[in-house]
């Protein structure tokens, strides 16, 4: 039987938002084997509705799971908060982890003042997730939520700063963070999507420099780091992991804008299509 510890990680997403976490847990971790699946013909989970998102998230975890995988890490904000329960009790005994629990630990530790802003799709926003997760955690904070569901499309078009970028931006949290709002204003916004930190730079330039930012992928690479530990899944060092590919819808695309998240060059041949 093989060593479980030699298996890959597996990581889901909507689109390439994800790469952000598979980034951040390829720096903590460069011996682990990654698999990554962006279902871009379905995208944007953030507009449907929760049975609809479960569903299209049960194909594809269970897609990855017959790839064989030690453990899986649904790198998607809306998915995370619609399906891990499911998909945690579809897949037992296999570690599933989304990215809702680490961002509201990072961003209740971040926030000063507990004035904490969420900007994430419309389904997590009305899921609640966040809130819920960051008063488990800061029962005193004060989280406000904010669906800017044409983030998801403008970061996966590329365009992460500018005019436009910045007037979305602006039209979305204009009443939270501008002089004239009442106080207390918020010292902390979490960006409760993964694709959200393609557009960090703009939104910095739109909230103040006062107001710290956060996303979860640093602190979801974490998390599976501690997991895989505790599991005894951590793979031995000595070596860098492969990184392997796949999308359900048009690679060229995937390949240019996964390209941006990633900060290097992804290539056509490097990605699969898949159909779920």
Known sequence: MKDASL???ALFDSGVGGLTVLKALAARLPAEDLIYLGDTARLPYGTKG???IIRYTLRAAQTLANNGAKMLVIAC?????????VLREHFAPLPVLGVVEPGAQAA???????????IATEATITDGAYQRAIARIRPEAHVRGRACTLFVPMAEEGWMDGPLVEGVAWRYLEDLFTPAAPAPRPDTLLLGCT???LLQAALQNVVGPQVRIVDSAATTAASVN??????????????????RF???????RFARTGSLFLGGPLKDSDIELVDL
């Open 195 to 197: 694709h959200f930190p």
């Open 246 to 252: 796949m999308t359900t819808d048009n690679r060229n």
């Open 226 to 243: 501690e997991e895989l530990a505790r599991l005894g899944l951590l793979r031995a060092g000595g070596r860098t992991g492969d990184r």
């Open 7 to 9: 298996l890959p990680v």
């Open 50 to 52: 929760r049975d609809t």
């Open 108 to 118: 209740a530790r971040t926030s000063r003042t507990g004035e904490i802003v969420v």
């Open 77 to 85: 904000n809306t998915a995370t908060a619609a399906a891990l329960p």
